[in-house]
């Protein structure tokens, strides 16, 4: 097979495409008072304005409003800190002349605290997304936040930079690239590092990189165990389905509104440009591999099977920071993916969070991750390490205790209301504010419907 695959994502154009075309909806569009009453339009596939919120609805985005731990703005300080400067422009034009970005089309979401039509974890967690621009983590770590699904870091090197996870599309790597240098200077790239083998992480390589430098040994391309075995399978062999079923999954086709779009958790969409792959110079094949690049020392973990099938932390001894790639961020990912991923074992992800936090984070004092925002200081970094491991752990621990004497999704339902009654008269407040911020009942109740269904 040739070192280099091309992947055009011409879904993602095509979705980009779809919702441009969108009209805004007139007063004719707006729904009714009454419940539930408004449906597509029968010479159209979407109302702009959907269909209202049932009164059930309301009244269980009501008891959230009133019962999750929205007073906790760590996450806000957290998110904001380090800003150096955002650019002038909101959109990423892709070559074939679309917009590859545009973060303008979600600025609605800074717009009111509630909207009846998001559910409002659901609006923190776009209110938190819309960081953007350049950000300083400690003195030579930076990240490009608010470009694409995924962050773009780099690390400074002693001649150029190492970069973690070159987002999704050549277009938006370019960018985040060019703005770096406009802000901290021109510096080479020097070596990329794939944390792990979903696309939104290698995809934009070709935008920083040009594959003659990593033929001429300019430039080092490392990646964890299996990388292109499972990065091949997961976007070429199954490709196309994954793809179609990624419409579904993340609601692409809807124009970004109260009624429609309102983010995808990690980030607020996809950036919609050129997919492209570069093979890996130095693979991670050990468990735990130590490599100085560029004068950065370096110590890989591998953590297969968890987030992704191939991926891996790094840990920078020297400046005591701790990279998770996708492992640890600052949301609860699914373990059954809609578009068809390999389904994530919940109870390996909760082990390599437990090894990374007994390896590492007991002396961190920063943790990065490859979404979302940084976390500062060993308390909070502990914290946040042992609560995700948890959330993972217990998602197992606790299938297997409600699948195996077969429980419907009835008296699951049931489990779910007498544990979250238990968990308020039992846990602390700290502690009871990481479940509830993270959904962990209504994550377990989500995966016990496909476990124990009949």
């Known amino acids: 097979m040739h070192r280099t695959l091309i992947l055009v994502a011409l879904f993602i154009i095509a979705a980009s495409g779809c919702a441009q075309k969108e009209q805004a909806p007139t007063e004719a569009d707006t729904p009714p008072d009454t419940e539930g009453q408004t449906s597509a339009k029968p010479d159209g596939h979407y109302h702009p304005k959907g269909k209202a919120p049932s009164k059930h609805t309301l009244a269980v985005i009501e008891k959230a409003r009133a019962s ?13 800190k380090g800003f150096i400067a955002a650019p002038t ?19 609605w979401v800074l717009e009111s605290e509630d909207f009846d039509s998001v559910h409002p974890s659901l609006l923190r967690q776009a209110k938190l997304n819309m960081n953007y621009g350049l950000y300083e983590v400690i003195p030579g770590f930076y990240q490009v936040r608010g470009f694409d699904l995924a962050n773009i870091t780099f690390v400074r090197g002693k001649t150029g ?81 994954m793809s179609r079923r990624m419409f579904y999954q993340y609601g692409v086709l809807l124009p970004a509104s109260p009624y429609g779009h309102a983010g995808q958790g990690l980030a607020m969409t996809v950036a919609a440009g050129n997919l492209g792959l570069i093979a890996p110079t130095r693979v991670i094949e050990k468990a735990i591999e130590v490599h100085t690049v560029d004068g950065v020392k370096m110590e890989f973990h591998n953590a297969p099977f968890t987030e992704a099938p191939s991926e891996m932390h790094t840990w920078f001894p020297e400046k005591k920071v701790l990279w998770t790639g996708e492992n640890v961020t600052g949301t609860f990912h699914n373990i059954y993916t809609l578009r068809g991923a390999m389904v994530r074992d919940a109870l ?71 544990a979250s009654r238990s968990t308020r008269s039992t846990t602390s407040t700290r502690h009871r504010s990481r479940l509830a911020s993270s959904g962990t009942t209504a994550a377990i109740t989500a995966l016990l419907n496909t476990t124990a269904a009949r």
């Open 348 to 418: 390996a992800w909760s082990k390599y969070i437990n090894e990374a936090l007994y390896l590492y984070g007991k002396q961190a004092d920063v943790m990065i991750a490859s979404h979302h925002w940084p976390r500062w200081g060993n308390d909070r970094v502990q914290e946040v390490l042992r609560g995700q491991r948890d959330l993972y752990g217990n998602i197992n621990n606790q299938v297997l205790h409600l699948a195996n004497p077969a429980t419907s999704t009835t008296r699951c339902s049931t489990w779910r209301t007498r």
């Open 161 to 241: 930079w190492i970069v973690f996870d070159p987002l999704t599309a050549a277009e938006t790597a370019r960018a985040a690239k060019e703005f770096v240098d406009e802000q901290l200077g021109e510096l080479p790239v020097v070596a990329v590092v794939y944390s792990h083998s979903h696309g939104d992480h290698f995809g934009g390589v070709r935008g920083i990189v040009d594959e003659a430098d990593v033929r001429a040994g300019k430039v080092q391309i490392i990646a964890p165990r299996d990388f292109m075995q499972y990065s091949v399978s997961e976007n070429i062999y199954a490709g196309n389905a």
């Open 89 to 107: 422009y909101m959109k990423i034009m892709a070559d074939a002349g679309h917009a590859a970005w545009d973060m303008d089309r979600w600025q």
């Open 68 to 80: 999750l731990p929205f007073a906790d703005k760590r996450d806000f300080e957290e998110q904001k």
